[in-house]
């Protein structure tokens, strides 16, 4: 994934519930629970003590927290210290040695037609 310029961020230690949609990436380091939708192409990274649970759409998510929900993303990463529980529809699937996925998943490239 090309480098990521953050312009929305929900800090460690803050817990927030609800939806977020937004047109431009955003960085989780606290709780959020509910739904997010990101348009970026790079929408999303969960940092190393951030927590979404709820379903997420966007055009890539960075994991290096905890997920635990329905991810629709073109591109995901795992990353070393990520944790992704649930169900994941992507494209493009990278997992980092120590990354961690419990669940299923969908690549629309392998769906039978």
């Not at 348009?39 to 927590?51: F, K, Q, R, S, Y």
Request: a negative charge; aromatic letters at 6%; charged letters at 25%.
């Amino acid at each position: 994934m090309k480098k990521i310029v953050i312009t929305n961020l929900v800090s460690e230690g803050v817990s927030i519930e609800g939806k977020i949609n937004s047109a431009s990436s955003i960085r989780i380091d606290g709780t959020f629970k509910g739904d997010i939708v990101v348009e970026a192409p790079h929408g999303i990274i969960v940092g190393p003590n951030g927590l979404i649970e709820g379903n997420i759409k966007s055009g890539g998510l960075v994991v290096l927290g905890k997920v635990k929900g329905k991810v629709d993303a073109d591109a995901i990463e795992i990353r070393q210290t990520g944790v992704v529980e649930g169900e994941m529809k992507y494209s493009d699937l990278e997992v980092f040695s120590g990354g961690k996925f419990f669940g299923n998943t969908i690549n629309p490239e392998f769906e039978q037609k």
